[in-house]
DNA sequence: GTCTATATCTAGATAGAC
DNA sequence: GTCTATCTAGATATAGAC
């Protein structure tokens, strides 16, 4: 039983853990091609010699970071999608959930730096977090069908794309005008047409204690 | 009358002009941190000289590049928001309009560029055309909804900026999984909402020579 | 107007001391 | 395990010849 890191018995963060966690960060602020070693290791107060001891490289590195967005990512939008009320109560969770629209999304934004889109290796986690993200909202739609909630004929899997695709591009609009009001507005569009789609309104039933604003 | 580049007089394209097009390519497969100088001259076939007689340096070409790609993104997307038939056929001939899914927006690709969202004068041209491009869409919905096609109640900025959205973030999707079926997923879900808002079915007006697949 | 040479800084990684 | 030196290559810009 080696020790993993001199932080342990201190109650501080481990070095490995501290070089991951601060890699998180850069990749989402400046994305890989523009985070570099050195500061990854300046915001990890630790040497170069750490990073080369527990990670092969740069990209070793980044991989670990992007995986863990990834858990962190899905955590959240599960929970949302698994919370109470009806099927568009669901979907509102994920969509008015959303945080730090100007940051952008962790994931998203290393679908735009090539060397990761490149690399199948560094692609892999986005891919499995945005299928697996698209599949379960495309359950919660089927669920919502089944029930009669929503109208027969909606196609989840292309909905749940859309829903998925909407964040995506909220960020990409409130990014480009340096202000959230595009991304809420996409989200209120989308809400919109969305509750078109409800047979039963979504507030017939009890929602619960998540009370999210409705929209329409 | 000064002479703007020695192509001018030979039929190629002057040495300006190739490096703004080189740039636009650049930006758009690497953006802008991971496009150098060096770079642009190799694809322009141009030395250092050249590039910075023309421009002051890597900022000022790149502002060149992302406003010309704004002007063309901008006229293609009008001239589908611009064409015949219904306003459904309007958008849907936007929304189908697009090409080369796996190379992303060239404009929306640049605000994941932290150089470029943070610089006010790079991210001017971005705003600027995702905000006539959403007042365009959304001038299309108010038509569809004075016309008494579209759904009373419906508010066409929400609706515009959900319609923008999806293409961005389509271009998200299909990015992570390397394969534009995500894309189309998300526009083949906007449009079958789309399609339940038409209180005429979009065929019943002639839909003139456009002859845009129906969704649904 | 265009070129090559040069300068400075950083990226990314290795070597080896402690 | 962690540190500091050191190395090679490339980014970005300047200088000055042609």
Chains 1, 2 share one sequence.
Not at 145 to 157: N, Y
């Amino acid at each position: 039983m080696r020790n993993s890191g001199s932080g342990g018995d201190r109650g501080s963060v481990p070095t490995r853990e501290r070089l991951v966690r601060s890699t998180q960060e850069l990749l989402w602020e400046r994305g890989y091609v523009g985070t570099s070693p050195k500061a990854i290791l300046e915001r990890a107060g630790v040497g170069q010699g750490s990073m080369y001891h527990h990670f092969d490289g740069k990209a070793a590195l980044a991989l670990a970071a992007i995986e863990r967005s990834a858990e962190e990512l899905w955590a959240s939008a599960d929970a949302c999608l698994s919370g109470p009320g009806t099927a568009y109560d669901k979907v509102a969770a994920y969509l008015l959930r959303e945080r730090q629209v100007l940051r952008g999304c962790p994931i998203g934004r290393m679908t735009q730096d090539r060397d990761v889109a490149c690399s199948a290796e560094l692609r892999r986690p986005l891919d499995a977090l945005f299928d697996r993200l698209r599949a379960r909202i495309a359950e919660v739609i089927a669920e919502g069908v089944r029930a009669g909630e929503l109208a027969a004929g909606t196609d989840p899997a292309a909905l749940a794309a859309t829903v998925a695709a909407t964040v995506q591009g909220g960020y990409v609009l409130a990014r480009a005008a340096d202000d959230p009001a595009p991304f809420d507005a996409a989200v209120r569009g989308l809400l919109a047409l969305l509750s078109a789609q409800v047979t039963t309104g979504p507030t017939a039933y009890p929602t619960g204690p998540a009370g999210h604003r409705s929209i329409r």
